[in-house]
């Protein structure tokens, strides 16, 4: 069973950065793509970041293009994305998940067998 766990979320500052981790576990970690989604209070989840296995093949939701990075530790069996120039709009629960068969459609939800439990991120002064 493939577990996933995230942690890093917090309060911070507009302006400011935060990293989220995922630890998987219970898995061939190389063998899932991996991706960050969010949901801010009263909206639906949203795709913010996915890699491929290996790290070479990245996207990004337009919304977070050059402030946030996805990358991933095969060797740690980790997934991180840091954050950078939060601000307030970026508040909302951060869940990584797993792919082990990719569709094409990376920005769906229905494409990840497997979800973490979440992390908060509050952006606010």
């Known amino acids: 069973q493939v577990q996933l766990v995230e942690s890093g979320g917090g309060l911070v500052q507009p302006g400011g950065s935060l990293r989220l981790s995922c630890a998987a576990s219970?898995?061939?970690?190389?063998?899932?793509?991996m991706v960050w989604f969010r949901q801010a209070p009263g909206k639906e989840r949203e795709f913010v970041a996915r890699?491929?296995?290996?790290?070479?093949?990245?996207y990004y939701a337009d919304s977070v293009k050059g402030r946030f990075t996805i990358s991933r530790d095969n060797a740690k069996n980790a997934v991180y994305l840091q954050m950078n120039i939060l601000k307030p709009e970026d508040t909302a629960v951060y869940y990584c998940?797993?792919?082990?068969?990719?569709?094409?459609?990376?920005?769906?939800?229905?494409?990840?067998?497997?979800w973490g439990q979440g992390t908060q991120v509050t952006v606010s002064s």
């Open positions: 998940a797993a792919d082990s068969s990719y569709s094409g459609r990376y920005y769906a939800e229905d494409e990840y067998d497997y």
């Open positions: 219970g898995c061939t970690f190389s063998s899932y793509a």
């Open positions: 890699t491929n296995w290996s790290g070479g093949r990245r």
